[in-house]
C-alpha cells in the first residue's frame, strides 16, 4: 500500500489463524462481481469457510450468478470495516451431491437453519465454491502495522 507509511514485512504480519477466525466467524460478506461488461455488483450473502474456500448459495437467474458466469472472478470481504479480510479467488459452481451436502451442513449449522438439499437443486440455486489465490487482512487499530497478504497457488 505505497503511499500509506505502511511498516515493512519484517516489522510484524498477521497470522493465518486471526484470519481464518474472521472468515470462519464473519456472519455476512460482502460478494464483488462484473458483469460480462464489465460493470461491478456488490451484494452481502452468508458464506462458510468449508474445505480451504468461502461456500455460498444463490439463485440461478441472480445478477451474482450471471456475473459469475461471465467473469468467475471475484472476491469476498468480511463483514467487519475494523478488521476485515478479504478473499480473491475463482468462483466454481458445484453440482455434486455429496460436496452440496457438506456446504449444506456446514451452512445450516453456522446460520442456525436447516435447509434441505433441495433447496441447493442446481436448475434453481448455484453452490458456489471460491478456493483463494489471495488473502488480504488488516487491523484498523494497527493499520500501518497490520495489512498481510496470503497468496495460494491456483486451483
Not at 484470519?19 to 456488490?42: D, I, K, M, V, Y
Not at 452481502?44 to 472472478?73: I, T
Request: proline share 9%.
Amino acid at each position: 500500500m505505497p503511499g500509506y507509511g505502511i511498516r515493512p514485512p519484517d516489522a510484524g504480519l498477521l497470522p493465518w489463524s486471526w484470519a481464518l477466525e474472521q472468515l470462519t466467524t464473519s456472519r455476512n460478506f460482502w460478494l464483488a462481481t462484473a458483469s460480462a461488461e464489465g460493470s461491478p455488483h456488490a451484494l452481502p450473502v452468508w458464506a462458510v469457510w468449508h474445505e480451504d474456500a468461502l461456500w455460498f448459495s444463490c439463485a440461478v437467474g441472480s445478477r451474482k450468478r450471471r456475473n459469475l458466469a461471465a467473469h468467475p472472478r471475484c472476491s469476498l470481504s468480511t463483514q467487519d470495516p475494523e478488521q476485515p479480510v478479504m478473499v480473491q479467488g475463482d468462483a466454481e459452481i458445484v453440482v455434486e451431491p455429496d460436496r452440496m451436502a457438506a456446504f449444506l451442513a456446514a451452512s445450516n449449522a453456522k446460520y442456525e437453519v436447516s435447509y434441505s438439499l433441495d433447496f441447493l437443486h442446481p436448475a434453481q440455486n448455484a453452490t458456489v465454491r471460491v478456493a483463494p489465490r489471495t488473502v488480504i487482512g488488516l487491523r484498523a487499530a494497527d493499520f500501518t502495522g497490520s495489512p498481510t497478504r496470503w497468496r495460494f497457488p491456483a486451483g
